[in-house]
């Protein structure tokens, strides 16, 4: 993993949890995009957004697997606003979140490198593989400054169909939620 800290062209930054539905950043384009090699799972604890310390929440991060495909929106950001921008993010995902660098293949047909914000294992806040209704069970009791943890995955499950992003990962987690909260 390598950092990225200053740019004086566009950048491309790479979404695909929260930075899907939450674009709270100006940029100039927008194209869903692929990256290879990683899957989207609910492995990062959130204490700061969608859970608090002693009962920290569920959200997404990257888990590296061969030959699978994540899909996700790519934001072009302009220049300008690049700094501001990146330190915005740097902040909002302050929970454990790194930037990656990482080749996005974009839905116009163009390979792109970008970067994307990764939480891995080492982080204070990573929790892990668990069981679907684990997690499931642990989401629908989870709330932080952010809002409620089940919030946040059902906004990720409108986000991906809305992109035609299949993840059974993330269906599952939600039909689990919807069973619980009936
Ligand atoms: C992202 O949205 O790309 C990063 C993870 C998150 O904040 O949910």
Redesign the pocket.
Known sequence: MSSVTSHNEDLWI???????WKVDFPYIEQQTADITGWSRRFW?GSVD?RGVTGNPGR???LVESANQVCR?IAYRLGAEALESTLAHLDF??RGG?ERLQIELSLNNGKSVPGI??F?DEHNRNYLGDADIDVIAKQVATASGPSGRNSE?VYELETALEVIDAQDPHVTDIANHLRLLER
């Open positions: 790479f979404g695909y949890g929260s930075i899907l990062q957004h959200v997404v991060t996700g909002r995902e979140y994307t914000y939480a946040y």
